[in-house]
DNA sequence: AACGAAACCTGCGCGC
DNA sequence: TGCGCGCAGGTTTCGT
């Protein structure tokens, strides 16, 4: 459930399930998703209520009421689920926190690309792996992303992809952010210009705002945690339609490879 | 320093 | 039906 839309719906249905209620204990058989040793991770959370839930990016951190935070990063597959107490546990959860109600809160991963990071309070915001994180979109001004890409020569479909320039944005918005621009993905970066540079940013807070209204984005075999279901998909102008007509224009959308992820375009409309 | 490829994992759909 | 390959909403690590 990755990108910055779909993480923002898991944190908001999150918040309506886990908030105040007390971690009676964590438990788990995959404990690679953890950065730092398990049972300090265990001992650090057990006994505190998770008090709010933060979103940065594609980073959920979830506040502790003690020093600590918890910081989640779902990658290609994470979700969550909340489920009683005695429901048999799924092969793919990987991580369950148990609240005192009876309540578990699941890690379900098929992957097990996901990640999770202990934090302190006081410098979680200072430290990997948020710290080096770029401002999203709706805090980016074309001024700024003009001036990081000027300095680069990677495609501009790479640049956006990565979270330190802009973040929030994965595979499918940035396919439908530069179809919106009317840029090619293949564009070198210090070759868009300032007004493109603005008409990107623009275009990235308009998807992003009308996949958050609808949900988000629920494609291929994905599921979507904690029973939200996405719509956004209704509204895909280029990912995932290949062979289909532009919607603009009437050209075959096409797919190529950018920087080794699938990539679709109108070659007609994207300059 | 910077870029592309490989790695991390599992499951699904496709062609033969 | 079975098998091998390629692909998947992401990020980190490795090698040039």
């Given at each position: 459930?990755p990108?910055?839309?779909?993480v923002?719906?898991?944190?908001?249905?999150?918040?309506?399930?886990?908030?105040?209620?007390?971690?009676?204990?964590?438990?788990?058989?995959?404990?690679?998703i953890?950065n730092?040793?398990?049972?300090?991770?265990?001992?650090?959370?057990?006994?505190?209520?998770?008090?709010?839930?933060?979103?940065y990016g594609k980073y959920l951190v979830?506040?502790?009421?003690?020093?600590?935070?918890?910081i989640s990063h779902l990658r290609m597959?994470g979700?969550?689920?909340?489920?009683?107490?005695?429901?048999?546990?799924?092969?793919?959860?990987?991580?369950?926190?148990?609240?005192?109600?009876?309540?578990?809160?699941?890690?379900?991963d098929?992957?097990?690309f996901g990640r999770m990071d202990?934090?302190?309070?006081?410098?979680?915001?200072?430290?990997?792996p948020l710290?080096?994180?770029?401002?999203?979109?709706?805090?980016?001004?074309?001024?700024?992303?003009?001036?990081?890409?000027?300095?680069?020569?990677?495609?501009?479909?790479?640049?956006?992809?990565?979270q330190?320039?802009?973040?929030?944005?994965?595979?499918?918005?940035?396919?439908?952010?530069?179809?919106?621009?009317?840029?090619?993905?293949?564009?070198?970066?210090?070759?868009?210009?300032?007004?493109?540079?603005?008409?990107?940013?623009?275009?990235?807070?308009?998807?992003?705002?009308?996949?958050?209204?609808?949900?988000?984005?629920?494609?291929?075999?994905?599921?979507?945690?904690?029973?939200?279901?996405?719509?956004?998909?209704?509204?895909?102008?280029?990912?995932?339609?290949?062979?289909?007509?532009?919607?603009?224009?009437?050209?075959?959308?096409?797919?190529?490879?950018?920087?080794?992820?699938?990539?679709?375009?109108?070659?007609?409309?994207?300059?």
């Amino acid at each position: 459930m990755p990108e910055l839309p779909e993480v923002e719906v898991v944190r908001k249905q999150l918040k309506n399930l886990v908030l105040n209620k007390k971690i009676a204990n964590i438990t788990s058989e995959y404990t690679k998703i953890f950065n730092e040793d398990f049972n300090l991770v265990k001992e650090s959370i057990v006994g505190s209520k998770i008090i709010d839930i933060e979103r940065y990016g594609k980073y959920l951190v979830f506040i502790l009421s003690n020093e600590f935070n918890l910081i989640s990063h779902l990658r290609m597959e994470g979700k969550y689920f909340v489920k009683e107490q005695n429901e048999p546990i799924d092969k793919h959860e990987h991580v369950i926190f148990h609240f005192d109600n009876g309540e578990t809160l699941r890690y379900h991963d098929t992957r097990k690309f996901g990640r999770m990071d202990l934090r302190t309070k006081d410098d979680y915001l200072k430290v990997n792996p948020l710290f080096k994180l770029g401002k999203e979109p709706k805090d980016l001004t074309g001024e700024e992303l003009y001036e990081m890409l000027n300095k680069k020569t990677t495609f501009i479909k790479v640049a956006l992809l990565d979270q330190e320039i802009i973040a929030g944005l994965g595979n499918i918005y940035v396919d439908e952010t530069l179809f919106m621009s009317k840029i090619h993905p293949e564009r070198r970066s210090n070759t868009i210009s300032i007004d493109e540079a603005n008409l990107i940013v623009h275009s990235a807070q308009k998807v992003l705002a009308k996949a958050l209204e609808l949900g988000g984005t629920t494609i291929r075999s994905y599921t979507s945690s904690l029973g939200v279901t996405g719509r956004f998909q209704n509204e895909l102008q280029v990912h995932t339609k290949e062979g289909e007509l532009c919607t603009l224009c009437g050209t075959v959308i096409t797919k190529l490879k950018v920087g080794g992820r699938g990539t679709y375009v109108c070659s007609n409309c994207q300059k």
